[in-house]
T-cell receptor, first 116, second 113 residues
């Protein structure tokens, strides 16, 4: 069975500081990896995804993530955060079934709280 | 292109009642997935429909059901509501040809009293 662990439920950071949100996954098969962001009272927006190829993926709003197969991690990073980045961030995985399903398994989320 | 729309946005029901939620995917998308989001359990997969057929199902009781129409619009139904069904219900659409971008709607906030 697959599972996703986001160890940090909340990450406080000052504006313009760098941030890393951690994500580890467990799966016996090949997976696809995603980061989503959720602003208050809104749905989820895709930040970035890893399907194959280069292990460093760049997303929207200056975010990037690195896939590390040996450590089964997919940590999200941003070199300089803004107040507007305050939101809940979710890491998710799906099985590499060759497209047979879109089922996503989500982590419990990390609240990024950017302070002025 | 219009995004994913969900109706209604907010709903209050009483225990024992049933409820139907609606999701209209992005034009051209054939896959619709439903998720339940609660503070205690987080985001959990309910089911996915592709071309009017249920393609995958999560671990929810039979009180939760869904269907998809020929225009790809989807509905989910919860019968005999329980207090624990209070949640944000999100639907997501994709073209269904791979585990690629899923576009989420704003959700329906269901409160069961």
């Amino acid at each position: 069975a697959q599972s996703v662990t986001q160890l940090d439920s909340q990450v406080p950071v000052f504006e313009e500081a760098p941030v890393e949100l951690r994500c580890n996954y467990s799966s016996s098969v090949s997976v696809y990896l995603f980061w989503y962001v959720q602003y208050p009272n809104q749905g989820l927006q895709l930040l970035l995804k890893y399907l194959s190829g280069s292990t460093l993926v760049k997303g929207i709003n200056g975010f990037e993530a690195e896939f590390n197969k040996s450590q089964t991690s997919f940590h999200l990073r941003k070199p300089s955060v803004h107040i507007s980045d305050t939101a809940e961030y979710f890491c998710a995985v799906s099985h590499n079934y060759g497209g047979a399903t879109n089922k996503l398994i989500f982590g419990t989320g990390t609240l990024l709280a950017v302070q002025p | 292109k219009a995004g994913v729309t969900q109706t209604p946005r907010y709903l209050i029901k009483t225990r024992g009642q049933q409820v139907t939620l609606s999701c209209s995917p992005i034009s051209g998308h054939r896959s619709v997935s439903w998720y339940q989001q609660t503070p205690g359990q987080g985001l959990q997969f309910l089911f996915e429909y592709f071309s009017e057929t249920q393609r995958n199902k999560g671990n929810f009781p039979g009180r939760f059901s869904g269907r998809q129409f020929s225009n790809s619009r989807s509905e989910m139904n919860v019968s005999t509501l329980e207090l624990g069904d209070s949640a944000l219900y999100l639907c997501a659409s994709s073209d269904g040809t791979g585990p690629y971008e899923q576009y989420f709607g704003p959700g329906t906030r269901l409160t069961v009293t």
